[in-house]
T-cell receptor, first 112, second 115 residues
Framework: SQQGEEDPQALSIQEGENATMNCSYK?????LQWYRQNSGRGLVHLIL?????REKHSGRLRVTLDTSKKSSSLLITASRAADTASYFC????????????FGKGTTLSVSS | GAGVSQSPRYKVAKRGQDVALRCDPI?????LFWYQQALGQGPEFLTY????????KSGLPSDRFFAERPEGSVSTLKIQRTQQEDSAVYLC?????????????FGPGTRLTVT
């Protein structure tokens, strides 16, 4: 498998708490992206961080990237029940037009 | 505007049957990707088109899998003589660019169950 690894595999928190998910990958990348997938539905793009960036924010999302460790983290602040979903990191290798390589995902459950 | 659409959303096939899965990408998107997602796993790459050209089919698991995009828009993924291990969600994604940094726009997927 070419997939990276996310941890934890599953995370359960209360509304209002923060959720942190980690992702490790294997190859040199152009960028790393995070996607969300609600049960039985397609993936929705959340945020993209380029290989020369270290941190990026979008609303309640904060992403960090450490290319020396080949790892990234996604922080969701002040979580809501609607954040319940599976979250995947995906890396774009250093080749134009090639497909994204996805991790196995973290399943987040936010209870109210 | 309309997103990526896929049909059918659900397909049940008996082992040995042929199936055809359709993807309508976002209008004008040059790149089109097919992924296979097994239960509890992340999507895995199958094949990539740039307009009508299939530039990468390294992820197709066997010669029973065939994809085409004859006019550079709609794409069809065909699976011949389906096997139980083909049961998965098949995702299509499109992108407006061929190089550089870009995000992919995913369809809802087709859930294939082979009995």
């Amino acid at each position: 498998s070419q997939q990276g690894e996310e941890d934890p595999q599953a995370l359960s928190i209360q509304e209002g708490e923060n959720a942190t998910m980690n992702c490790s990958y294997k190859t040199s990348i152009n960028n790393l992206q995070w996607y969300r997938q609600n049960s039985g539905r397609g993936l929705v793009h959340l945020i993209l961080i380029r290989s020369n960036e270290r941190e990026k924010h979008s609303g309640r999302l904060r992403v960090t990237l450490d290319t020396s460790k080949k790892s990234s983290s996604l922080l969701i602040t002040a979580s809501r029940a609607a954040d319940t979903a599976s979250y995947f990191c995906a890396t774009e290798p250093n080749q134009a037009g090639t497909a994204l390589i996805f991790g196995k995902g973290t399943t987040l459950s936010v209870s109210s | 505007g309309a997103g990526v659409s896929q049909s059918p959303r659900y397909k049940v096939a008996k082992r040995g049957q042929d199936v055809a899965l359709r993807c309508d990408p976002i209008s004008g998107h040059v790149s089109l990707f097919w992924y296979q997602q097994a239960l509890g796993q992340g999507p895995e790459f199958l094949t990539y088109f740039q307009n009508e050209a299939q530039l990468d089919k390294s992820g197709l698991p066997s010669d029973r899998f065939f994809a085409e995009r004859p006019e550079g828009s709609v794409s069809t993924l065909k699976i011949q003589r389906t096997q139980q291990e083909d049961s998965a969600v098949y995702l299509c994604a499109s992108s407006p660019r061929t190089s550089g940094t870009y995000e992919q726009y995913f369809g809802p997927g087709t859930r294939l169950t082979v009995t």
